[in-house]
């Protein structure tokens, strides 16, 4: 089966604490993008990647990091700095920058 | 960075009623997507349009583009109870290498 995979499915976060959510795709593409939704609000892009090891700021990155080791792999890193992380996270992959976007099934983060 | 607003916010039809949301841009587009989200999922793609079509169908779905108006339809015909998600526009502009810009969605309820 081709498709893009996000886990876990809910993320309970401490106080303080990093977190990290994953995102994986086999569809060879070669775009990757995170997305934050907040109830009842439309995507806001964290960050994106065009091609391996390479990867740009969305509008809202601070807060956030991420990698691009491998093709397939996009995690997302919710560090302590991000005050307010409460909200669904929505990975997606691209063949180019502006073709469909794949979306997976989403991250709910929830602070404790 | 908002490019696509779309209109309006909310729409509750009763089932069988055709059902229409509109997109409206503000730059020349690449080309314009339709998304689908159900509650507490990821999108769902539907639709791609590009600068140079006026419609498109799929099934019960039909796209339209006015490039001199600067806005796009999207028309749900025979509309069931299973249409009721949200439905978000995106554009595509510039030269290639900017991404793809999500509105802020439209609420479809579909009463039985």
């Known amino acids: 089966d081709g498709g893009i995979t996000q886990s876990p499915k809910y993320l309970f976060r401490k106080e303080g604490q990093n977190v990290t959510l994953s995102c994986e795709q086999n569809?060879?593409?070669?775009?990757m993008y995170w997305y934050r939704q907040d109830p009842g609000q439309g995507l806001r892009l964290i960050y994106y990647s065009q091609i391996v090891n390479d990867f740009q700021k969305g509008d809202i990155a601070e807060g956030y990091s991420v990698s691009r080791e491998k093709k397939e792999s996009f995690p997302l890193t919710v560090t302590s700095a991000q005050k307010n992380p409460t909200a669904f996270y929505l990975c997606?992959?691209?063949?180019?920058?502006?073709?469909?976007?794949?979306f997976g099934p989403g991250t709910r983060l929830l602070v404790l | 960075s908002q490019q696509g607003e779309e209109d309006p916010q909310a729409l509750s039809i009763q089932e069988g009623e055709n059902a229409t949301m509109n997109c409206s841009y503000k730059?020349?587009?690449?080309?314009l997507q339709w998304y689908r989200q159900n509650s507490g999922r990821g999108l769902v793609h539907l639709i791609l349009i590009r600068s140079n079509e006026r419609e498109k169908h799929s099934g019960r779905l039909r796209v339209t583009l006015d490039t001199s108006k600067k806005s796009s339809s999207l028309l749900i015909t025979a509309s069931r109870a299973a249409d009721t998600a949200s439905y978000f526009c995106?554009?595509?502009?510039?030269?290639?290498?900017?991404?793809?810009?999500f509105g802020q969605g439209t609420r479809l309820t579909i009463n039985p």
């Open positions: 995106a554009t595509a502009t510039g030269q290639g290498a900017q991404k793809l810009v």
């Open positions: 730059t020349s587009i690449n080309n």
């Open positions: 997606a992959s691209s063949i180019g920058l502006q073709e469909t976007q794949y």
């Open positions: 569809l060879n593409h070669d775009a």
